[in-house]
């Protein structure tokens, strides 16, 4: 099975700062891996995906994440940070053994943004 | 609008009271999921429908039912509930290569 590592329960980082969030992954075939945003009360958002394309994979408001395959990692960055980032970040990977299909997340991590 | 409809956002129910969290999804998706978000265990799926008539289990299954008895509506049943299965539930609709859409989620309380 598949699974995935964040590092961090917790980010904090100032205004306009750079935005790093570490998520690595183990999977046994070529993985899909994903980016969810979840603010306060809402549901997940999709930020970004990797589906072995390019290995930098831009997505909504302003992040992006580098898939490296040697590091089984999939770091999520933002150059500068804004208030309106703050929130919970979950990486996840697809599960795809035995027929199933789904997806595997981290146990999230928390951004705030200090002004 | 895409949409992923759960109901109700916020329940709080005793102890064995059976209870239903709808699901509806608006995109003629086949695969649809249930998961539940508990601190700092993340989300973790609870059962999954490849399309009508079609359910299996997830990591998490014990204490849940679903039934899939139409494309676009994948219910959540707790036949028994107990405390322990206080937590924030989420449905969830698309093939997750894509990257499946959720819906706000349902706050369940049970005491």
């Known amino acids: 099975a598949q699974s995935v590592t964040q590092l961090g329960s917790h980010v904090s980082v100032s205004e306009g700062a750079l935005v790093l969030l570490r998520c690595n992954y183990s999977?046994?075939?070529?993985?899909?891996l994903f980016w969810y945003v979840q603010y306060p009360n809402q549901g997940l958002q999709l930020l970004l995906k990797?589906?072995?394309?390019?290995?930098l994979v831009k997505g909504i408001n302003g992040f992006e994440a580098e898939f490296k395959k040697s590091e089984t990692s999939f770091h999520l960055t933002k150059p500068s940070a804004h208030m309106s980032d703050a929130a919970e970040y979950f990486c996840?990977?697809?599960?795809?053994?035995?027929?199933?299909?789904?997806?595997?997340f981290g146990k999230g991590t928390h951004l705030i943004i200090q002004p | 609008e895409a949409q992923v409809t759960q109901n109700p956002r916020y329940l709080i129910t005793v102890t064995g009271k059976k209870l239903t969290v709808t699901c509806s999804q608006n995109m003629n998706h086949e695969y649809m999921s249930w998961y539940r978000q508990d601190p700092g265990l993340g989300l973790r799926q609870i059962y999954y429908s490849m399309n009508v008539e079609v359910t299996d289990k997830g990591d998490v299954p014990e204490g849940y039912k679903v039934s899939r008895k139409e494309k676009r509506n994948f219910p959540l049943i707790l036949e028994s509930p107990s405390p322990n299965q206080t937590s924030l539930y989420f449905c969830?609709?698309?093939?997750?290569?894509?990257?499946?859409?959720f819906g706000q989620g349902t706050r369940l309380t049970v005491v």
């Open positions: 990797y589906t072995s394309a390019a290995t």
């Open positions: 969830a609709s698309g093939e997750v290569r894509t990257g499946a859409f």
């Open positions: 996840a990977v697809r599960d795809s053994g035995g027929g199933a299909d789904g997806l595997t």
């Open positions: 999977s046994s075939v070529p993985p899909y």
